[in-house]
């Protein structure tokens, strides 16, 4: 097996299992355990598109979803302040309906991807991605929906703020 392969698998078991983790805490129940592991799983994934040969794609997930986006989780976070006591216990038949739907939602998708044979016809990959074409379609037909974006996380950033805020009476 080559060394891109090892590395595929590799990085396919850490999303995976870190991806879990987020979900599925068994060390903490604090919530900042499960950003960071949120953060791992987004390096992970970085790796992956590094072996598609994605590089752009890669620093930008690392540098906005790992950077920016954790950073404003963790702040929200910390600002809620949230204490053990108050936490909602999970619920059994709740616990059971999720898990059910979730596994019928995975049947669903695996007959699906059995039945479709995805990627058996396609030709291979003729050229690298190329970043200037993306930087020109971002910033001319897609300005709007990133600047909507930027003003949505920043509107609910201030309404975190002002909703933990505690009153000083």
Do not use: C
Request: zero cysteines; hydrophobic letters at 65%; charged letters at 10%.
């Amino acid at each position: 097996m080559a060394t891109p392969d090892l590395l595929f698998y590799l990085f396919t078991a850490a999303t995976l299992i870190f991806g879990a983790l987020v979900v599925a805490n068994p060390f903490s129940r604090n919530p900042v355990n499960s950003a960071m592991f949120l953060v791992l799983t987004i390096v992970s994934l970085a790796g992956l598109f590094v072996l598609l040969h994605a590089f752009f794609l890669a620093a930008v997930q690392v540098i906005v979803y790992a950077g920016a986006v954790m950073v404003l989780f963790l702040f929200v976070i910390m600002l809620l302040d949230l204490q053990e006591e108050t936490r909602r216990q999970v619920k059994l038949a709740g616990l059971i309906a999720g898990l059910v739907a979730v596994a019928a939602i995975v049947a669903l998708f695996v007959r699906s991807l059995l039945a479709a044979r995805p990627g058996a016809d396609l030709p291979a990959p003729t050229t690298d991605g190329n970043t200037v074409a993306l930087g020109k379609l971002l910033f001319t037909s897609y300005l709007l929906p990133f600047e909507i974006v930027s003003v949505l996380l920043l509107v609910a950033m201030v309404g975190v703020i002002l909703l933990s805020k505690k009153d000083l009476k």
